[in-house]
C-alpha cells in the first residue's frame, strides 16, 4: 500500500492563497491516479481536483475551477494543491487520495483506496 501525509493548510482571509502538499511513500507513486477531497462539517465528503499519473492530465470540480492548480512531482513523490483566490466556502479539511483506477474515474469513485489523514484549511471572510 501507500502511504499519504498531507501538509500546508492554515487559516487565511478570504483572497488569500495555500498550498498543500501530500508526501507518499510506499508503493511506487506513479502506479497511482491521485486528488484531492474535502469535507467541510455536517457536510460529505467531496472531490476537489484529480491528476493523472504522468502528470498531463487533470480534473477539477467546477467549485474550484480557475482558481486551484493540482500537479505532482514523482520524482519526490509528492503531490500538490495550489488553492488561489480562497473562499469561505472553501473551508474543509482537506484530504490526499490515491487509487489504481483511471484519473477521470475518480470524482465517481465511491471508495478510494487510500486516504492521507488530512489537513485543515480555515478561510475568514
Known amino acids: 500500500q501507500v502511504q499519504l501525509v498531507e501538509s500546508g493548510g492554515g487559516l487565511v482571509q478570504a483572497g488569500g492563497s495555500l498550498r498543500l502538499s501530500c508526501a507518499a511513500s510506499?508503493?511506487?507513486?506513479?502506479?497511482?491516479?491521485m486528488g484531492w477531497f474535502r469535507q467541510a462539517p455536517e457536510k460529505e465528503r467531496e472531490f476537489v481536483a484529480a491528476?493523472?499519473?504522468?502528470?498531463?492530465?487533470?480534473v477539477y470540480a467546477d467549485s474550484v475551477k480557475g482558481r486551484f492548480t493540482i500537479s505532482k512531482d514523482n520524482t519526490k513523490n509528492t503531490l500538490y494543491l495550489q488553492m488561489n483566490s480562497l473562499k469561505p466556502e472553501d473551508t474543509a479539511i482537506y484530504y490526499c487520495a490515491a487509487d489504481d483506477i483511471p484519473y477521470a474515474a475518480l470524482p465517481r469513485r465511491p471508495n478510494v483506496a487510500y486516504w492521507g489523514q488530512g489537513t485543515q484549511v480555515t478561510v475568514s471572510s
Open positions: 491528476i493523472s499519473r504522468g502528470g498531463g492530465n487533470t
Open positions: 510506499g508503493r511506487t507513486f506513479n502506479t497511482y491516479a
